[in-house]
């Protein structure tokens, strides 16, 4: 079993969404939380991070479309992806790491989830 749990991959259309989750255990709640992607021809990229307080980060191309969110109670945090585009098609990784984002490698990995978007 993997020690992050993630779900909500699939297919979808271009312009359409979709959330991916991913269940940590609980101690890491207060750990620096964040999601990656590999696609076609690209190594593998970090698309945001989310802090225990809140604060987040990310990256260039995910910036006004992909949202990071968590939820403490469910020991879950999200990502929302708006405006599919067919180049965002590739496997997402949820991660964790027990310090501050920014600041250490990543540990912790979930098993991936794919996302196709289609045109």
């Known amino acids: 079993q993997a020690q992050l749990v993630e779900s909500g991959g699939g297919a979808v259309q271009a312009g359409g969404s979709l959330t991916l989750s991913c269940v940590v255990p609980?101690?890491?709640?207060?750990?620096?939380k964040g999601w990656f992607r590999q696609t076609p021809g690209h190594e593998r990229e970090e698309v945001a991070s989310?802090?225990?307080?809140?604060?987040?980060t990310y990256s260039d191309f995910a910036k006004g479309r992909f949202h990071i969110s968590q939820d403490e109670d469910k020991r879950t945090h999200y990502l929302r992806m708006d405006s599919l585009k067919v180049e965002d098609t590739g496997t997402y990784y949820c991660?964790?790491?027990?310090?501050?984002?920014?600041?250490?490698?990543?540990?912790?990995w979930g098993q991936g989830t794919q996302v196709t978007v289609s045109s």
């Open positions: 609980e101690r890491h709640s207060s750990y620096c």
């Open positions: 991660a964790t790491h027990p310090w501050v984002c920014g600041t250490a490698d990543f540990n912790s």
């Open positions: 989310i802090e225990q307080d809140g604060t987040r």
